[in-house]
């Protein structure tokens, strides 16, 4: 049974910084991974969408990386703004789509 | 891109009420929707796959009873909560599966969801 986390649970960090956030699931079998965006009590807003054939993509100051094989991605945010605080979820693709637990950001101005 | 839309945004209801939620895929068909449910800082849960002509398959400890999913055309799945009770209030996201085959098969388009508050 496919199950993904993500650490950490909640970040604080001053508006300027880069950050990781970090995902992991236990099957490598999957299609794609998918980094999701929610801001409160709203729906969800996709990021980035790595296929299991890629190792990364980027989009503006978010970059998402994947290695399937030790069941890890990361998303990376540069210069980080007030407007990016917001719970970041991961996805992974197998037959469903389960999602991981979700990073809440602060980022304080 | 491909849109999903769903309605409503948001339902208060009273307890014993039934609740119908619609997902529409407005620029493509989908043979497969998802939904999900999301309590209060936690995350989404897949609750049921909605298949077009067919019915759906519900997840370990999803009453089927309670949360009756149609999917009678290729573009609106509807998802009714029967006799809501309070501990139903949650919220409530769908998501639409471009078809088999296409560019998009392994990718779900999201709602916008459905915050539902049973008093």
């Known amino acids: 049974k496919q199950e993904v986390t993500q650490i950490p649970a909640a970040l604080s960090v001053p508006e300027g910084e880069n950050l990781v956030l970090n995902c992991s699931f236990t099957?490598?079998?999957?299609?794609?991974l998918q980094w999701f965006r929610q801001d409160p009590g709203k729906g969800l807003t996709s990021l980035l969408l790595i296929q299991s054939s890629q190792r990364e993509q980027t989009s503006g100051r978010l970059n998402a990386s994947l290695d399937k094989s030790s069941g890890r991605s990361t998303l990376y945010i540069a210069a980080s703004q007030p407007g990016d605080s917001a719970t970041y979820l991961c996805a992974v693709k197998d037959d469903k789509v389960i999602f991981g637990p979700g990073t809440s950001l602060s980022v304080i101005p | 891109g491909a849109v999903v839309s769903q309605h409503p945004s948001w339902v208060i209801c009273k307890s014993g009420t039934s609740v119908k939620i619609e997902c529409r895929s407005l620029d493509f068909q989908a043979t497969t929707m998802f939904w999900y449910r999301q309590f209060p800082k936690q995350s989404l849960m897949l609750m049921a796959t909605s298949n077009e002509g067919s019915k759906a398959t519900y997840e370990q400890g999803v009453e089927k009873d309670k949360f009756l999913i149609n999917h009678a055309s290729l573009t609106l799945s509807t998802l009714t909560v029967t006799s809501a009770h309070p501990e139903d209030s949650s919220f409530y996201i769908c998501s639409a599966r471009f078809p088999q085959g296409s560019w998009g098969a392994n990718v779900l388009t999201f709602g916008a969801g459905s915050r539902l508050t049973v008093l």
């Open positions: 099957d490598s079998a999957i299609y794609n």
